[in-house]
């Protein structure tokens, strides 16, 4: 089956083609094509994602990457061109300002590409910037007559680890840490999922990225708080601070992240300087504290799940130190781990290709469905 994915959840702009076949049961997934536009250096200057922000650029990002994904595909054929209900599909844009004429324009001069489902992000995510892609997907699926399925975008941070052949046994258990999210998903095959644990309050990036914010570090802050506690760890000395481990004894697989944030902020409200060693120091328990907890809790949830396999996914994973601990804690489990490529750690469209193919034997793919941004959907 030829995937066409779309991504627009959150800051990047994603688009991607995609081979699958083996279904549930023997997924074989090959990654044709894929184009990308981050816009995070535009959010940069606001300190976060802005929604609105985010919505415009992406409809302004779409068609020319489209074009690109479909680079080689013949222009201006005559008899190529795809009949377009120019109305209905300005009409379905309508909310998208100028993304009905671009598309219609390419549509008009491109051949239909060789694509037998078009799969886009529903949710979770931001609803203005889901709304673009949900929009501009149902379009294409009207233009070329290819049916759609919608798929979540948490689902495809799991299925990510698939671009490689992987020794998968179930249950396996997911760990997702973004700067959105923090869950523990069991799986109990592909395209069953439960979500037995999630934080309650801020996603473990959130905490890094809003940690980096007291302490004078730009947006995102993670991988510099992260570096800190690096070069923090190397110097082998005891952290002048010392910060909570938050709900790391309760009996569930909930996490908290929020009180840790703000014991950190009155820990430097204490400090009359927050000079570069205080920095170190923080960065260092902090990240000590993340560790202590995320290991705490898997750790758990692999013995009382019985988990075969674990899955680390989401930006976070970036993180070595997060990275070595929780490979540790497989090892000493005796269970398999697997981590997507560094490519797919974070938001791109080949994931929800996997998670849109994965949907389709669940659900009838139609064309041009009506299909809701879901700002929370859960499994
Ligand atoms: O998955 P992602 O790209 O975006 C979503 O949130 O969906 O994750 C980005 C998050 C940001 O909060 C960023 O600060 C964090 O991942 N991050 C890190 C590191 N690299 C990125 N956090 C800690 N250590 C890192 N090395
Ligand atoms: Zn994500």
Redesign the pocket.
Known sequence: MKILAIET????TALAILEAEGGLENPQIKVRKTELFSQIDIHKEFGGVFPAVAKREHAKTLVPLLMKLFSDLGENLEDGASVVDEAEVKRILEREPGLGDALIDFVKTHEKPDIDLITVTSGPGLEPALWVGINFARALSLIWNIPLIPANHMEG?IVSVLTESRDMQFPALALL?????TEIVNIKSWGDYEVIGRTVDD????A??KV?RMMDIPY????E???KAKAFREQNTESQFKLPRPMIGTPDFNFSFSGLKTAVLYELKKCELIDDNIKHHMAGEF?QAVVDVLIKKTGKAIKEFDAKTLIVG???I???Y?RENLTKLAGENNIQVHFPTHEL???NAVMIGIAGYFKSFKETATVCPEVKAEGNLSF
């Open positions: 959840s959150c800051d990047e941070h840490i973004s700067g959105g999210h996603a473990v990036g959130e890094y990225d980096a995102p802050g993670g991988p708080v992260s570096q990240e989401g930006g976070v970036a993180n070595n997060i750690s974070t938001d």
